[in-house]
C-alpha cells in the first residue's frame, strides 16, 4: 500500500508563487519517478514536470522556466516551486509516483490564480 499525500495549494495573485509538496509513505521499494500533473474540469490530465530517481527532470512547454520540480527521496517526497503563475495555470495539482511497475496518485491539491 502506497498513499500520497499533496499539500500547498491555494489561492494566489497573477505573478505570485507556491510550492506544492507530495509525501509518499507505505511499501515503497524504489523510485522510478515522481511527477506532478495537472487537471482542468472537463479536460484530461496533463504532466507537468517529472523528476526520475537519478534526478532527470522534464517539464511541459507551458511551464518550462516558471516551474521547478525536486525531491527527496530518502523520505520520498517531490516538491514543485511555481513561479510567475498565470489564471491558465488554475486547475487541480496531483503528483504521482512510479514503482514497481505501478503509477500511484494522490488525492491532488487546488490551486487557484486570480486577482
Known amino acids: 500500500q502506497v498513499q500520497l499525500v499533496e499539500s500547498g495549494g491555494g489561492l494566489v495573485q497573477p505573478g505570485g508563487s507556491l510550492r506544492l509538496s507530495c509525501a509518499a509513505s507505505g511499501s515503497i521499494f524504489s523510485i522510478g519517478a515522481m511527477a506532478w500533473s495537472r487537471q482542468v474540469p472537463g479536460n484530461q490530465r496533463d504532466l507537468v514536470a517529472s523528476?526520475?530517481?537519478?534526478?532527470?527532470?522534464h517539464y511541459s512547454e507551458s511551464v518550462k522556466g516558471r516551474f521547478t520540480i525536486s525531491s527527496e527521496n530518502a523520505k520520498p517526497t517531490v516538491y514543485l516551486q511555481m513561479s510567475s503563475l498565470k489564471p491558465d495555470d488554475t486547475a487541480v495539482y496531483y503528483c504521482s509516483l512510479v514503482s514497481g511497475g505501478r503509477t500511484y496518485w494522490g488525492q491532488g491539491t487546488q490551486v487557484t490564480v486570480s486577482s
Open positions: 523528476i526520475t530517481g537519478g534526478g532527470t527532470t
